[in-house]
């Protein structure tokens, strides 16, 4: 299988290349074109319910329903759908790749009568942005990219830092040790926000607790994720917190009586007894203001960050929560998640240090969005992740 | 003593090298009478949803809903060894091309990942799984215990497997007629014996086995089901056949091995032993290519004990 898919790929793969270097060609030829293509906003367009917008996610996963990342999408793509009526119409794509096919897929889906193209991955940024100058009629949802001056292409995020921010408080009140496991993917910048934030989250409670984290160098894959879970839960963590979607770790740490904290979407029925927190991805309210926008011929091209202020993020908590943590914890908790509603505080707030000892954010200082959407550093007290550099 | 680096590695190794165990003694038997089928990985993941799925849905007791469960997924993937035998043996088909065909059919964008999302299977939680069993009592015992007397009747089921295979292909009549018909369908049928008959069946056995050793990683490894889940297991235990040699006895060193260098990256990393983690993903495939140029020196081609006709269609009177 692997060989025919890559071979498709591979030839899908050329003809991409081909127009890419077409379409970079006209664009260092023609400036003033470039600039007309980049400078104006789709144009206008009436939508009803005999004309509705249409609406395309793109998934990199060979199911929306992943327990996770994509199952966050999932859900808000059923509840614009739900919300605007018959106005919009929703439908999605599953394994549409972080390459050059992506934009003869995107090619496709336009040719189909998309209007608005809702890229989910990271990775699917780059091969976006040069679909959305292709489809300058097009507009653009893409999560975690900022548009490089391109009218129909927007950005949208969550705050994933604030989320395990308090899953990481929840971690250390529930641990009855030192450690606490964590079994992450990569470390890219999304990652690190989280996993940083839910150790800065836990050495809140418990100065001198350690992250223990695996890196397991693939976003899904069970056995791998089950082995790392068990190498943590052997060194005695007994709270273990995802930063992938694999629910495989659950019912490992459930089989082991070890809590566990999953991610982006409620997981709890695949292990509920040692259910303690999971963080969610809601990504309703940044699209349905998107949507409204062109609904309203008022878009622009922005970048919308959803913190919990917005409601981009909400905690599940497990019945774990309410049993094995104190009540001056809970408080501590509930107290710091009005912080983050209210805006008051923010997760990297400096002084923060990082592994090697050298500061990461200085002392009054917070991160910007740049800061966030592009960070590199793991704070101390995480063991087993590390940067590249 | 129990808790250590060593003892937890020797332990992941009989666990995670159990899959690879089941399903690499099936594709010996298949590659024996001279078939070769790429198709493991499909078979692998259809076996794991047919067995989710009938787990999952079954009244009674825990113990036989499994045991059905295990039953269906081995049914489900020696239909599909059917599949290729008829395409591969009747038809006389390219094998690699109807391996792989099995494999896309089946496989994460196939008819496994259908099954899952049609039946709502992703996200359920199971409602039985295989436990560790104490056996004999022995799992206290420094070392020894975790690393072999506690574990899932999967693993146990899998060193009965080992020996009964063995025996069969070295110690009966049928075994030898089947490693005739490997080596020289030509003589094997003037002998007297069925070439069709002998192929049907082992391409229909290593179809078995794999949905059995697929429905290892959802029913005992993983607790639910999600598209995809043997990531790749079923291309490793190919591999492990040749690297076995196409012996039974070996392909249990082999699969332990591997087993063990995969789960040899994480408890490192626990332990704060940094090392770059691409290193470890890489680590079985490196491996394989170590083993792979090894053997194919012309020192070890000479003992490798292939299948002379692995392959190949066998036409009477050709």
């Given at each position: 299988?692997?060989?025919?898919?890559?071979?498709?790929?591979?030839?899908?793969?050329?003809?991409?290349?081909?127009?890419?270097?077409?379409?970079?060609?006209?664009?260092?030829?023609?400036?003033?074109?470039?600039?007309?293509?980049?400078?104006?906003?789709?144009?206008?367009?009436?939508?009803?319910?005999?004309?509705?917008?249409?609406?395309?996610?793109?998934?990199?996963?060979?199911?929306?329903?992943?327990?996770?990342?994509?199952?966050?999408?999932?859900?808000?793509?059923?509840?614009?759908?739900?919300?605007?009526?018959?106005?919009?119409?929703?439908?999605?794509?599953?394994?549409?790749?972080?390459?050059?096919?992506?934009?003869?897929?995107?090619?496709?889906?336009?040719?189909?009568?998309?209007?608005?193209?809702?890229?989910?991955?990271?990775?699917?940024?780059?091969?976006?942005?040069?679909?959305?100058?292709?489809?300058?009629?097009?507009?653009?949802?893409?999560?975690?990219?900022?548009?490089?001056?391109?009218?129909?292409?927007?950005?949208?995020?969550?705050?994933?830092?604030?989320?395990?921010?308090?899953?990481?408080?929840?971690?250390?009140?529930?641990?009855?040790?030192?450690?606490?496991?964590?079994?992450?993917?990569?470390?890219?910048?999304?990652?690190?926000?989280?996993?940083?934030?839910?150790?800065l989250?836990?050495?809140?409670?418990?100065?001198?607790?350690?992250?223990?984290?695996?890196?397991?160098?693939?976003?899904?894959?069970?056995?791998?994720?089950?082995?790392?879970?068990?190498?943590?839960?052997?060194?005695?963590?007994?709270?273990?917190?995802?930063?992938?979607?694999?629910?495989?770790?659950?019912?490992?740490?459930?089989?082991?009586?070890?809590?566990?904290?999953?991610?982006?979407?409620?997981?709890?029925?695949?292990?509920?007894?040692?259910?303690?927190?999971?963080?969610?991805?809601?990504?309703?309210?940044?699209?349905?203001?998107?949507?409204?926008?062109?609904?309203?011929?008022?878009?622009?091209?922005?970048?919308?960050?959803?913190?919990?202020?917005?409601?981009?993020?909400?905690?599940?908590?497990?019945?774990?929560?309410?049993?094995?943590?104190?009540?001056?914890?809970?408080?501590?908790?509930?107290?710091?998640?009005?912080?983050?509603?209210?805006?008051?505080?923010q997760?990297f707030t400096g002084p923060i240090t990082d592994?090697?000892g050298k500061v990461a954010v200085e002392d009054g200082q917070s991160l910007?969005?740049?800061?966030?959407?592009?960070?590199?550093?793991?704070v101390q007290?995480?063991?087993?992740?590390?940067?590249?550099? | 003593?129990?808790?250590?680096?060593?003892?937890?590695?020797?332990?992941?190794?009989?666990?995670?090298?159990?899959?690879?165990?089941?399903?690499?003694?099936?594709?010996?038997?298949?590659?024996?009478?001279?078939?070769?089928?790429?198709?493991?990985?499909?078979?692998?993941?259809?076996?794991?949803?047919?067995?989710?799925?009938?787990?999952?849905?079954?009244?009674?007791?825990?113990?036989?809903?499994?045991?059905?469960?295990?039953?269906?997924?081995?049914?489900?993937?020696?239909?599909?060894?059917?599949?290729?035998?008829?395409?591969?043996?009747?038809?006389?088909?390219?094998?690699?091309?109807?391996?792989?065909?099995?494999?896309?059919?089946?496989?994460?964008?196939?008819?496994?990942?259908?099954?899952?999302?049609?039946?709502?299977?992703?996200?359920?939680?199971?409602?039985?799984?295989?436990?560790?069993?104490?056996?004999?009592?022995?799992?206290?015992?420094?070392?020894?215990?975790?690393?072999?007397?506690?574990?899932?009747?999967?693993?146990?089921?899998?060193?009965?497997?080992?020996?009964?295979?063995?025996?069969?292909?070295?110690?009966?009549?049928?075994?030898?007629?089947?490693?005739?018909?490997?080596?020289?369908?030509?003589?094997?049928?003037?002998?007297?014996?069925?070439?069709?008959?002998?192929?049907?069946?082992?391409?229909?056995?290593?179809?078995?086995?794999?949905?059995?050793?697929?429905?290892?990683?959802?029913?005992?490894?993983?607790?639910?089901?999600?598209?995809?889940?043997?990531?790749?297991?079923?291309?490793?235990?190919?591999?492990?056949?040749?690297?076995?040699?196409?012996?039974?006895?070996?392909?249990?060193?082999?699969?332990?091995?591997?087993?063990?260098?995969?789960?040899?990256?994480?408890?490192?990393?626990?332990?704060?032993?940094?090392?770059?983690?691409?290193?470890?993903?890489?680590?079985?495939?490196?491996?394989?290519?170590?083993?792979?140029?090894?053997?194919?020196?012309?020192?070890?081609?000479?003992?490798?004990?292939?299948?002379?006709?692995?392959?190949?269609?066998?036409?009477?009177?050709?």
């Open positions: 299988m692997r060989d025919l898919r890559s071979l498709r790929r591979l030839s899908v793969g050329a003809v991409g290349v081909a127009a890419a270097l077409v379409i970079a060609a006209c664009g260092t030829t023609s400036t003033t074109a470039e600039k007309e293509a980049t400078g104006a906003k789709p144009a206008s367009a009436k939508y009803d319910a005999s004309n509705p917008l249409n609406v395309v996610v793109l998934f990199q996963s060979e199911t929306p329903n992943d327990g996770g990342w994509n199952e966050s999408w999932e859900r808000a793509r059923n509840k614009i759908e739900e919300h605007f009526g018959g106005k919009v119409k929703t439908s999605y794509k599953v394994s549409v790749p972080d390459t050059e096919e992506t934009v003869n897929i995107v090619d496709g889906v336009v040719a189909d009568g998309a209007d608005v193209v809702i890229g989910v991955s990271y990775g699917q940024g780059p091969p976006l942005l040069k679909a959305a100058k292709k489809h300058p009629d097009v507009y653009f949802i893409q999560s975690q990219w900022k548009s490089p001056g391109l009218a129909n292409f927007s950005g949208v995020d969550v705050a994933p830092e604030q989320g395990y921010y308090l899953a990481g408080m929840a971690a250390a009140a529930a641990s009855k040790g030192k450690t606490i496991g964590a079994v992450v993917p990569f470390a890219v910048p999304f990652v690190l926000r989280e996993i940083n934030g839910f150790a989250g836990a050495q809140s409670i418990d100065p001198s607790i350690k992250v223990s984290g695996v890196l397991t160098n693939s976003w899904f894959d069970p056995s791998k994720d089950v082995q790392a879970a068990q190498a943590v839960m052997s060194k005695g963590a007994n709270v273990v917190a995802r930063f992938l979607d694999d629910r495989a770790i659950d019912t490992a740490a459930q089989r082991k009586g070890v809590y566990w904290v999953g991610t982006g979407t409620d997981t709890r029925k695949t292990a509920p007894k040692t259910f303690l927190a999971t963080p969610m991805w809601n990504w309703d309210g940044v699209l349905t203001t998107l949507i409204d926008s062109i609904l309203n011929d008022q878009w622009t091209s922005q970048f919308l960050y959803a913190d919990m202020q917005k409601d981009g993020v909400t905690m599940a908590w497990g019945d774990a929560f309410k049993e094995k943590i104190s009540a001056a914890d809970q408080q501590k908790i509930a107290d710091m998640e009005k912080a983050f509603k209210s805006g008051e505080k997760v592994v090697d910007d969005l740049d800061g966030l959407l592009g960070m590199n550093f793991v007290g995480i063991t087993g992740v590390r940067v590249k550099g | 003593m129990n808790d250590g680096l060593v003892v937890q590695l020797l332990a992941s190794a009989v666990l995670f090298g159990t899959p690879l165990l089941i399903a690499a003694l099936g594709e010996l038997l298949a590659e024996r009478s001279g078939i070769l089928n790429l198709g493991v990985e499909g078979m692998m993941l259809v076996g794991a949803v047919s067995g989710f799925l009938v787990s999952q849905r079954i009244g009674g007791a825990g113990w036989t809903a499994l045991l059905v469960a295990v039953v269906a997924a081995g049914v489900v993937g020696g239909g599909m060894g059917l599949i290729h035998a008829f395409l591969t043996v009747t038809l006389r088909a390219n094998q690699i091309v109807s391996g792989l065909a099995l494999t896309i059919f089946g496989g994460a964008i196939g008819l496994s990942s259908y099954i899952g999302d049609s039946q709502h299977l992703t996200g359920q939680a199971a409602r039985h799984q295989f436990e560790a069993i104490n056996l004999f009592g022995l799992s206290d015992l420094p070392i020894l215990g975790p690393v072999l007397f506690h574990h899932t009747l999967f693993v146990y089921g899998s060193w009965v497997l080992v020996a009964a295979v063995a025996y069969y292909l070295y110690r009966t009549r049928a075994g030898l007629h089947l490693r005739a018909v490997g080596e020289d369908p030509a003589a094997a049928d003037a002998m007297g014996i069925s070439v069709t008959g002998y192929r049907y069946v082992h391409t229909v056995a290593g179809g078995v086995f794999a949905g059995v050793a697929g429905a290892f990683y959802t029913l005992a490894l993983s607790g639910n089901w999600s598209n995809g889940i043997t990531a790749g297991a079923g291309w490793i235990a190919l591999a492990m056949v040749v690297l076995a040699f196409w012996r039974p006895e070996l392909v249990v060193v082999g699969a332990y091995l591997f087993g063990g260098i995969a789960a040899l990256g994480p408890n490192l990393q626990a332990r704060n032993v940094s090392l770059p983690p691409e290193l470890f993903s890489a680590l079985p495939y490196l491996m394989t290519i170590v083993v792979l140029v090894l053997v194919s020196s012309a020192w070890a081609r000479g003992r490798l004990n292939a299948p002379a006709a692995l392959g190949t269609a066998y036409m009477r009177g050709e």
